[in-house]
C-alpha cells in the first residue's frame, strides 16, 4: 500500500474532505464546515495539513455579493488516493495484447470482460423492478469504485453520476470499454441507456441517462 493510500485511510476527518471534493469538484470553507459538522478553524487546520501535502489548491472566487472566498479543489497528486486498480499496468498489458493480435482482439477482451459482469450480476437483478434495477446498479458501481451518484428525476428516469473511474486511463486509450460499460448498464437493467458526459473527454464526471422502457418495447 502506498503512502497516499495508508494516508487516506488513516485520516477520517480529512478523507471526508478529500471525498467531498472529489464528487462536487470545488467547496468552500462553509460547506465543508456544514458537511463535516466542525467549525470553520477545524476545518482550515485540517485544509492547511492537506495544502501542504500537496493534494488541495485554492483559488479564489468573486461572489455578486460579501467578500471574495476561497474556494479548494484536489490536486493531480490527491488522485492516486481513490481507486485505480493499477491503471497503469492494465494499459500496458491492453496495448501488448493489441500489437500481438490486433485491434479486433481487443474488442474481443473488453466484450468477454462485460459477458463475464452481465453473467455475475444479472442474477443479483433477477425478479426486480426497474427502481431496484437501477438501485442495484448504483451500488454494484459503488462497490467497484466509481463513487455513484443517483438521482430520481421522475417515474421512469434516473441520473447516475460516477465521480470516479478506477479503469480511466485504460479508457482513454481503449474506448471500447465505455462502449462495453454502456452496454452492460442497458443490458443489466433494461432500460434506454445515454452517456451524457464521459471523464474520458474531459468531462469532470461520467454522467447516465437511464429511461425506462414502455411495456410497448419489452421483448
Known amino acids: 500500500m502506498n503512502r497516499h493510500a495508508v494516508y487516506f485511510q488513516e485520516q477520517e476527518k480529512r478523507r471526508e474532505i478529500l471525498m467531498l471534493l472529489k464528487k462536487r469538484r470545488s467547496v468552500d470553507v462553509q460547506e465543508l464546515s456544514k458537511h463535516l459538522g466542525i467549525t470553520k478553524v477545524a476545518v482550515r487546520k485540517h485544509l492547511d495539513v492537506l495544502h501542504k501535502e500537496r493534494y488541495i489548491e485554492s483559488r479564489i472566487v468573486r461572489k455578486r455579493t460579501g467578500r471574495p472566498a476561497y474556494v479548494y479543489h484536489l490536486t493531480n497528486t490527491a488522485e492516486f488516493l481513490f481507486p485505480r486498480h493499477y491503471s497503469d499496468l492494465a494499459t500496458e498489458m491492453v496495448a501488448s495484447i493489441q500489437e500481438l493480435y490486433g485491434e479486433a482482439f481487443v474488442d474481443q477482451l473488453f466484450e468477454k470482460r462485460m459477458a463475464r459482469s452481465l453473467q455475475n450480476y444479472r442474477e443479483v437483478m433477477r425478479g426486480q423492478g ?45 474506448r471500447q470499454a465505455c462502449q462495453c460499460e454502456l452496454s452492460l448498464f442497458e443490458s443489466l437493467v433494461d432500460a434506454h441507456v445515454e452517456r451524457t458526459s464521459c471523464m474520458t473527454e474531459g468531462q469532470v464526471k461520467c454522467r447516465y441517462l437511464i429511461k425506462e422502457k414502455l411495456s410497448n418495447e419489452e421483448t
Open 130 to 174: 426497474f427502481d431496484q434495477r437501477v438501485k442495484t446498479l448504483a451500488s454494484i458501481q459503488n462497490e467497484e469504485g466509481y463513487m455513484p451518484h443517483l438521482e430520481k428525476i421522475r417515474d421512469g428516469l434516473y441520473t447516475l453520476e460516477e465521480a470516479n473511474c478506477p479503469l480511466l486511463q485504460v479508457a482513454i486509450r481503449f
